[in-house]
């Protein structure tokens, strides 16, 4: 089954701002727990725990861009010349702030809180370091979460959240005044977490017919098992337990007309929907490609786009957390789709360029495209970049 949707770990994985990761979590060996489509709504019915989230949630990316500041990290050629940096888009100047000197190979990557600038890398035995730098005098305090081989994805106003998303899914959550790592508590075969709507997690859980006695290590058993498995897309309300059900569809795909399985990725929300890649998958690839949506709540499923077979999911580029438009590359270039007005249209850059992918929408109707090889970066506004002008204003290397 597919991944549903890319991970965010700190703050800029999804926008691949960094080439690094960290190391790679323990094989699970334990069976996994899955709940069964029979059982599952009984047991989250009668769960007693929970817990409540400080405020609204967000991506962990979104904290990177605060007041037309995009805080960022410039990689040098070595890991002690690695340096954190302030862009500020209204003077269209570069800061350097701090260098991170003991930041190395296992780097996960950092977010901007308040006059706060945290860190995260893993030491040689795999305990999670989060570094807590003040913006204002330079102090620092180091916490160690213990092993905890997670991906950082969301914030709140108080906790970083931590996942891993596989059959056997799970979450922990530090609390960014006090450095306290906690367990969270989380629904029935819970597989994956989507996206988050003010205290709400979208997720995806698995529902078998029978609790499953074996691992995914052993496919082909497993294999046979999920045949008659489902997923669900559900909202789901920590502080009550609550679960609100988006849709449900077997745990492979729907099978189309000539008995393909349809392929499912989320790819994220917008003025009140959610947006899906579908496409059929045949023995040569994709067919019937599009881009569907419907309301928060799974009604009023509708066809948004048509794409190209060739070009697989399209990928988000957001602006607070919401997608601004969808990105599919072309033979010509790259194609766009705007939610929004329902727009498409292929921008096509010089001829023998490579045209640039933007990377990150602004609040001001502006794109920022990706960093030079020499630290600096172009500002376009959208209505240049579709027309394929790329020259913009460009922000020098500090």
């Not at 002690?80 to 003077?91: A, G, I, P, S």
């Not at 850059?349 to 495209?369: F, H, I, V, Y």
Request: charged content about 20%.
């Amino acid at each position: 089954m597919n991944k549903k949707t890319g991970l965010l770990p700190l703050l800029t994985l999804a926008i691949c701002l960094s080439a690094c990761t960290p190391a790679a979590p323990e094989t699970q060996t334990e069976a996994p727990v899955t709940a069964t489509a029979e059982t599952a709504a009984a047991a989250d019915s009668t769960r007693t725990e929970t817990f409540t989230v400080a405020g609204n949630l967000q991506e962990v990316s979104d904290a990177n861009l605060q007041d037309g500041i995009l805080y960022t990290v410039w990689f040098g050629d070595t890991p002690e010349d690695t340096t954190f940096v302030q862009v500020d888009l209204n003077t269209e100047q570069q800061i350097p702030l701090c260098k991170l000197e003991d930041w190395g190979a296992s780097y996960v990557g950092w977010l901007v809180k308040g006059d706060s600038f945290y860190y995260l890398i893993y030491d040689e035995d795999g305990n999670a370091i989060l570094h807590n730098r003040s913006l204002k005098d330079g102090s620092e305090t180091v916490w160690t979460l213990a092993a905890n081989q997670q991906y950082p994805a969301y914030l709140d106003d108080r906790y970083l959240y931590f996942s891993r998303e596989d059959y056997n899914a799970a979450m922990k959550r530090v609390d960014l005044t006090t450095g306290m790592l906690e367990d969270l508590p989380l629904p029935a075969g819970t597989s994956g977490f989507q996206d988050v709507e003010g205290g709400r997690f979208l997720i995806t859980r698995n529902l078998a017919p029978a609790t499953l006695q074996v691992s995914p290590m052993e496919s082909e058993e497993y294999d046979a098992l999920m045949q008659n498995a489902e997923v669900e897309y559900c909202w789901w309300d920590p502080a009550t337990g609550a679960l609100e059900r988006v849709l449900r569809e077997p745990y492979y795909g729907e099978m189309d007309a000539q008995g393909n399985r349809i392929n499912r990725i989320y790819l994220g929300k917008a003025d009140g929907k959610l947006y899906f890649y579908r496409a059929s998958v045949t023995d040569t690839g994709m067919s019937n490609s599009r881009v569907e949506r419907c309301a928060l709540d799974g009604s009023q499923m509708e066809t948004a786009f048509t794409v190209s077979d060739g070009g697989g999911a399209p990928s988000a580029l957001k602006r607070e957390g919401e997608i601004h438009w969808l990105l599919q590359p072309s033979p010509n270039g790259v194609m766009v789709y705007l939610p929004a007005t329902g727009e498409v249209q292929e921008v096509t850059g010089p001829a023998g360029n490579t045209l640039p992918w933007a990377e990150r929408s602004l609040p001001d109707g502006k794109l920022l495209l990706p960093r030079q090889e020499d630290g600096s970066w172009t500002v376009v506004s959208e209505e240049d970049y579709l027309a394929g002008n790329f020259t913009g204003t460009t922000i020098p290397a500090p």
